[in-house]
């Protein structure tokens, strides 16, 4: 069982400092903006800074400590091979406005990626420029804005399901639309009354995940997106559950205008911690004049950078992309080829096999449609009323066992809900070992449960008095 | 197949819920959408991939094979073997957003430095743990400066970069505001003063600067400009080089409201331009409205100190579109990089760093004006990129350049149609003066000297 080093390691600031004279009087900064006192960032050796660091990284839990299987998130394994190559010199030390003719195997890469990416999804055309899921999402949203000012209708409606995600309606804000939101029906899925309900002529765009925020397949796709596209909207796909589909359905036949994809969900580069990730926004042709600058073409044997596009909407961040994290999917998808079929299926598999698993031992509950796909929210609503435990102390006692905890409290519909999405890249042993310590937990004495954890570097934390005391850096002490 | 651990037992775990076919579990897919032939390529080897790779790789010119003296914002600089060692932990880089602050202490306590070392570096009294880049970071700026004071007009230099500049235009698309521009000294480089003052009132939200601007001049007047800004109740948003900071007064004493910045290259390679590390700290009084992830110092049931997000009410998983911002998963291991950088340069180490590249940037910008082909452009102070006009095409020049793996500076008249034949030099401390020679030796080669 995994256990935590613990470590009373001090910040940074109060590690012994070697002394040193600092002068920052320099005769070429303009004598009004000299700095007086050089800034306090402490003078340490190297070994100390290491074993610092060294000693944080082992009061953190990563994919490679053990089995993290938070819903949504796809957190499976990130092969050491793309790590490697993303970090050659001769794509790291590449000056974004060198000649193009010098950097021609980086552009050959995102040209490759982009047709990769058109035919898993069944798009038309890919950027790689934002930075993340939710920079796709805004960057989409952009789109679906200037698509309708160019054909002069005013839409100003982004109508969202209640199981998106959080992302989902603060894009749509962000790009000045109004939101609107519809609720699921006792299946899971899209009501289409009321999806029918909220379509009108002010109906920019509806923004879908599918497989849904429950794990569940919108199998009414196919009306969904005529109904959308008939009253004149786009309709929008959140590739955060694309895992499910892969090599099996595409959302560009489903009828989807946009989408984004999470590299480093989908396609296996890890998420540091929070990033850098990835998130490429691919557009049906209607769309494609829309896109950022600059698109990557191939003229002959020769990759261009062309920043030649009528109805761009210019740029959502500087350059290209995240490029590190493009090489990096595209070594995996090299690697995976036509068998990504066999991740939807065993991440799809391993997300049923848990389920199946959990639902025979009798704590849980398991709303909606009961076919799931890479991943399932089920409730502990009745461990909550019987025995006082809710999804928090679960997760929390799922430490003490070594395990990373699951979503939870996601999405909003399910109460004490919990979230569990397994991934491809578990074993079988992994899989029952989760089952088996969720079965325990349930099956504890609640005592114990709500005091956990008890086994990691500390305990279980007060987080209202982080809000009331606003100490957010090392001076606030 | 690698990576996929129970292909070899479908039918085992098929069989104990219950299934016989794996069709099964996707039963709920309609017909009509499902992929009738996958046109994907058979799978590569790790040992073929690397293979093909090497032939890709083969492809690109990294510096210094091809020497860049590239100015607009990205230049190499040395990263201590240390930093790459510390992000490759792979407890820090396959870890996700930390949710579950007990099993994400490390990570909680690296941001909580992160922040503290940026609340030093800026003169700032809080920052957040990373934005996409520092043209997001803008965007993001002037949208919290429009929640706090619903002003309309948003001043903006017209010497920044075009990226910029567009990046900016698109995150305030949703916000009933305006862009003005406020001109450049044509002489100093500097921002326009007058301008400035015909141009500000008092419904301006907020004032953008660079300090170094893109022409790599210094703003040597903030504390006039800041108090221009202040009189009209408006807000002072500055860009800044975060290694010129060793040297320079910190905003945060001008009187600067939000600092921005650009972490990429401080701890992280180029990488064509991303990934990147947007910068942003502010004033205590903005709490509320920062966007983006805070960590907050706080203890555990024990009494033990802890860390953990805070603030969380002001976020998207929370607040969905009453968020003050959509971002989710942000920089986090390039703020980690830039946090271990600074730890082992010390301000020791930093301002031995902006001390030479303030000295290797005067050696280039005295080297080139000694040739009869360039003059320079402004007349202001700079730290490590300054302008220089030259006498000749600019585009044959950086041509011919090339063809000695050479990268010139960055021709400046595709954006500015004013600065024909100028170029924007950069240059850092991982220079030396036989770079330089080999430049000026290339210079004077491609005009027969």
Redesign the interface.
């Known amino acids: 069982m995994y256990r935590?080093a613990s470590f009373d390691?001090p910040?940074?600031?109060k590690l012994p400092?070697r002394k040193?004279k600092?002068?920052?009087q320099?005769p070429?900064?303009?004598e009004?903006?000299?700095?007086?006192s050089?800034?306090?960032?402490?003078?340490?050796e190297?070994q100390q800074?290491?074993r610092?660091?060294?000693?944080?990284?082992?009061?953190?839990?990563?994919?490679?400590?053990g089995t993290?299987p938070?819903g949504s998130?796809t957190?499976?394994?990130?092969?050491k091979?793309c790590?490697d190559?993303a970090?050659?010199?001769?794509?790291?030390?590449?000056?974004?406005?060198?000649?193009e003719?010098?950097?021609?195997?980086?552009l050959?890469?995102l040209y490759e990626l982009e047709e990769?990416l058109k035919?898993?999804t069944g798009m038309d055309a890919f950027t790689f420029q934002p930075?993340?899921?939710?920079?796709g999402?805004?960057l989409g949203m952009?789109l679906v804005?200037a698509y309708h000012e160019l054909r002069g209708e005013d839409r100003n409606e982004i109508i969202i399901p209640d199981t998106a995600?959080?992302?989902n309606?603060?894009?749509?804000?962000?790009?000045?639309?109004e939101?609107m939101e519809i609720p699921s029906n006792s299946e899971g899925t899209v009501d289409l009354e009321a999806l029918e309900k909220v379509l009108s002529d002010r109906t920019a765009a509806f923004m879908l995940t599918n497989p849904n925020t429950l794990g569940?397949?919108e199998?009414r796709?196919?009306d969904i997106e005529r109904m959308v596209h008939d009253a004149g909207a786009l309709l929008y796909y959140d590739g955060a559950n694309l895992n499910a589909?892969l090599?099996?359905?595409?959302p560009g036949?489903?009828g989807f205008d946009i989408v984004h994809l999470?590299l480093?969900k989908t396609f296996?580069t890890?998420?540091?911690?929070?990033?850098?990730?990835s998130?490429p926004v691919g557009v049906k042709k209607l769309l494609e004049d829309f896109l950022p600058v600059p698109r990557i073409r191939k003229k002959g044997d020769r990759y261009i950078l062309d920043y030649d596009l009528p109805h761009t909407?210019?740029?959502?961040?500087?350059?290209?992309?995240?490029?590190?994290?493009c090489i990096k999917a595209y070594?995996y998808l090299?690697?995976?080829?036509?068998?990504?079929?066999?991740?939807a299926?065993?991440s799809?598999?391993?997300s049923?096999?848990m389920k199946?698993?959990l639902k025979r031992s009798g704590f849980f509950d398991f709303p909606h449609?009961d076919?799931k796909k890479h991943e399932f929210v089920m409730s502990c609503q009745r461990l909550k009323e019987e025995k006082g435990l809710r999804a928090l102390d679960i997760?929390?006692r799922l430490?003490d066992y070594g395990l990373?905890?699951p979503?939870i409290y996601?999405p909003l519909i399910v109460k004490e809900a919990i979230m569990i999405e397994p991934t491809?890249?578990?074993?079988?042993e992994d899989l029952d070992r989760y089952v088996d310590a969720l079965i325990s937990i349930a099956e504890e004495d609640p005592d114990i449960v709500r005091?956990s954890?008890t086994k990691?570097?500390?305990?279980?934390?007060?987080?209202a008095?982080?809000?009331r005391?606003?100490?957010?850096?090392?001076?606030?002490? | 197949?690698?990576?996929?651990?129970?292909?070899s037992?479908?039918e085992?775990?098929?069989k104990?819920?219950?299934?016989k076919d794996?069709e099964e579990?996707?039963?709920?897919?309609?017909e009509?959408?499902?992929?009738k032939d996958?046109?994907?390529?058979?799978?590569?080897?790790?040992e073929e991939?690397?293979k093909?790779?090497r032939e890709?790789?083969?492809?690109?010119?990294?510096?210094?094979d091809?020497l860049?003296f590239?100015g607009?914002?990205?230049?190499?600089h040395y990263v201590?073997s240390?930093v790459?060692?510390?992000i490759?932990?792979?407890?820090?880089?396959?870890?996700?957003?930390?949710?579950?602050?007990?099993?994400?202490?490390?990570?909680l306590?690296?941001m909580?430095?992160y922040?503290?070392?940026i609340?030093?570096?800026t003169g700032m009294?809080?920052?957040n743990?990373?934005l996409?880049?520092?043209?997001?970071s803008l965007g993001e700026a002037v949208?919290m400066g429009y929640r706090i004071n619903r002003r309309k007009k948003v001043l903006i230099p017209r010497s920044i970069?075009w990226?910029?500049k567009?990046?900016l235009?698109?995150?305030i698309?949703?916000?009933p505001v305006d862009l003005v521009e406020i001109e450049y000294d044509r002489e100093s480089g500097k921002l326009n003063l007058e301008d400035l003052e015909d141009k500000i009132d008092g419904d301006t939200l907020c004032l953008y600067i660079e300090?170094p601007n893109f022409f790599g001049i210094?703003e040597?007047?903030?504390?006039e400009i800041s108090s221009i800004v202040h009189e009209r109740g408006s807000i002072l948003i500055v860009g800044v080089d975060l290694l010129s900071?060793?040297?320079?007064?910190?905003p945060g004493e001008y009187g600067a409201d939000i600092v921005i910045s650009?972490g990429r290259t401080y701890g992280t390679?180029?990488?064509?331009?991303?990934?990147?590390l947007g910068i942003f700290a502010c004033r205590?009084e903005y709490?509320r409205n920062i966007p983006g992830?805070?960590?907050?110092?706080?203890?555990?049931?024990?009494g033990?100190?802890?860390f953990?997000m805070?603030?969380q009410t002001r976020?998207?998983?929370?607040?969905?579109?009453?968020?003050t911002?959509?971002?989710?998963?942000?920089?986090?291991?390039?703020a980690?990089a830039l946090l271990?950088y600074?730890?082992?340069?010390?301000?020791?180490?930093?301002?031995k760093i902006?001390?030479k590249n303030?000295?290797n940037a005067?050696l280039l910008h005295d080297r080139l004006v000694s040739l009869p082909w360039f003059k320079p452009r402004f007349k202001g102070?700079f730290f490590n990129e300054f302008v220089l006009e030259s006498t000749q095409d600019v585009f044959y020049m950086?041509r011919e350049l090339?063809k000695r793996n050479i990268?010139g500076g960055?021709p400046l008249e595709v954006s500015f149609p004013e600065l024909k034949n100028c170029l924007l030099f950069g240059i850092t401390e991982v220079y030396d003066d036989k770079d330089v020679d080999m430049l000026i030796r290339s210079i004077k080669e491609v005009y027969h000297v």
């Not at chain 2, 890709?56 to 210094?64: D, E, G, L, Q, V």
């Open positions: 935590f390691e910040l940074l600031n400092q040193t600092i002068s920052t320099s070429h900064i303009p009004k903006l000299r700095r007086s050089p800034p306090k960032i402490p003078n340490l190297e800074v290491v610092h660091f060294f000693r944080l990284s082992q009061m953190n839990y990563g994919i490679e400590n993290y938070l998130c957190m499976k394994y990130n092969p091979v790590e190559i970090g050659w010199r001769e794509f790291t030390d590449i000056h974004p406005y060198q000649d003719s010098t950097f021609q195997g980086t050959q890469i990769l035919k898993i930075s993340a899921g939710a920079h999402e805004f952009l804005r995600h959080g992302t309606p603060a894009s749509a804000k962000m790009a000045g639309f939101v569940i397949f199998d796709i196919l589909i090599g099996i359905a595409r036949d489903m999470n480093h296996a890890p998420h540091g911690g929070g990033g850098p990730g998130g909407v210019g740029k959502i961040r500087d350059f290209y992309g995240n490029i590190e994290v070594v090299l690697m995976m080829g036509r068998r990504i079929k066999d991740v299926e065993i799809v598999l391993n049923n096999y199946e698993k449609r076919l997760a929390k430490l990373y905890p979503t996601f491809e890249t578990e074993t079988k005091s954890p990691t570097p500390v305990k279980r934390i007060d987080e008095y982080a809000v005391n606003e100490i957010l850096t090392w001076k606030d002490i | 197949m690698p990576f996929i651990p129970n292909l037992l479908k085992e775990m098929l104990e819920i219950g299934l794996i579990l996707f039963s709920d897919i309609p009509e959408v499902r992929i996958l046109d994907l390529p058979e799978p590569l080897s790790e991939v690397v093909r790779l890709i790789a083969r492809k690109n010119r990294p510096f210094p091809l860049s590239l607009g914002g990205v230049k190499p201590p240390a790459k060692h510390i490759s932990r792979s407890e820090f880089y396959t870890s996700y957003t930390p949710y579950q602050p007990e099993a994400s202490q490390g990570y306590q690296a909580f430095e922040q503290s070392v609340s030093e570096l009294d809080i920052s743990c990373s996409y880049d520092m043209s997001t949208r970069s990226e910029r567009s990046t235009k698109n995150y698309k949703g916000l300090n210094f040597e007047d903030v504390d900071l060793a040297l320079v007064k910190p650009e390679p180029m990488n064509m331009g991303g990934s990147s205590k709490l992830r805070i960590i907050g110092l706080t203890h555990d049931l024990d033990n100190r802890a953990c805070t603030l976020e998207q998983h929370i607040r969905r579109e009453k968020a911002s959509n971002i989710c998963t942000n920089e986090a291991l390039n980690l271990v600074l730890s082992i340069l010390g301000s020791e180490g930093l301002v902006a001390k303030l000295e005067r102070s950086n090339l990268m960055l």
